[in-house]
């Protein structure tokens, strides 16, 4: 059995899913917008273009994702964090610094007592991760 984080966005899904292929890696290998599904005509014209599902290809990994309206029950993202395990120090680095632009740093990657580099941020989506990296030295 796989685990495969699945995200909400109040139509941001797009632009989150070309930002974290940007800063993860991958290969983004589905955009649906609303509009080209059989429920088209049901949904408003506005978000027509929105993301009914995104998958980003991570090798072991499928980090998917939709855009949820307010009406369907959009809520921000609470009580969890994306996990990610980068194999080098200097990789936990580069990921951590590029999901915090324009993010909040909850925790400055550093080395703690359990991980090389550890560090938490809430993305510019609202989208909460932790970078975790090997034991330390």
Partial sequence: MKLN?????NGQCEEAFQFYQRCL???IVAM???????MAEQVPPD?????????????????????VSDDQGYQRPQGFSVLL??????EADRVFASLSE??????AIQETF???RFGMVVDRFGVPWMVSCGNPA
């Fill in 5 to 9: 984080p699945h995200l909400s966005f």
């Fill in 25 to 27: 890696g991958g290969k």
């Fill in 32 to 38: 649906l917008p609303y509009g080209d599904t059989p």
């Fill in 47 to 67: 978000w027509r273009k929105k993301i009914i599902h995104a998958t980003l290809d991570l090798s072991e990994v499928r980090l998917t994702g939709a855009d």
């Fill in 85 to 90: 395990s980068p194999a080098t120090a200097a």
């Fill in 102 to 107: 324009n993010g909040t740093v909850q925790m």
């Fill in 114 to 116: 359990w991980a090389q």
